[in-house]
């Protein structure tokens, strides 16, 4: 009868292995929608739909609930995705902090990941009037587009607004 047949419920969740490398090929997404060459980073600060968004909080939250070892570069996604929900909600300081962690890891390995993370803590510094240390974390940023000019010049001109208008 059906209630036999149909009583057990099921659960389809991703092993182990499968939502470590879901977050991985997020991130690498996100990264690429970002640096794509028709991709305005400053009129969509963070690229994601909501129910992108909303995934990915599922998948940071399955993550820390099975506490699965993370690799540097998994650790690195993660921290990335979750800077989105503290900057969303206001929360600049771990924002930054969610942000030089993901930093660290691609700093020196891949210099426009490190440059979209460089133009997000500038960004956090912005939102905190905090305008030398944006400026500063511009020009780093400018420095690691070397080759993303549209990036590169939008990154020049926030310095000279910095430079040219005296601090709130």
């Known amino acids: 009868d059906f209630e036999n047949w149909a009583g ?27 640096l794509k060459p028709d991709a305005c980073l400053m009129q969509s600060e963070y690229p994601l739909s909501s129910r992108k968004s909303e995934f990915l909080s599922f998948l940071s939250a399955d993550l820390e609930e099975r506490a699965l070892p993370l690799s540097p570069e998994s650790d ?8 989105k929900d503290a900057q969303d909600k206001g929360c600049l300081d771990s924002a930054i902090q969610f942000y030089q962690a993901a930093r660290s ?3 020196g390995k891949d210099r426009e990941r490190e440059g979209v993370l460089l133009y997000f ?6 939102g905190k009037d905090d ?14 587009f070397g080759e993303h000019e549209q990036i590169r010049a939008r990154c020049k001109y926030l310095i000279n607004n910095f430079v040219t208008f005296p601090k709130r």
């Open 121 to 126: 803590i500038a960004k956090c510094h912005e």
């Open 8 to 34: 057990i419920p099921s659960r389809f969740e991703p092993s182990d292995d499968e939502l470590l490398d879901m977050l991985v090929r997020n991130a690498e997404a996100l990264f690429d929608e970002i």
């Open 105 to 107: 890891f691609w700093k």
């Open 131 to 144: 305008l030398e240390t944006a400026a500063s974390f511009f020009r780093e940023c400018t420095a690691a």
């Open 76 to 83: 690195a996604a993660l921290q990335f995705f979750q800077r």
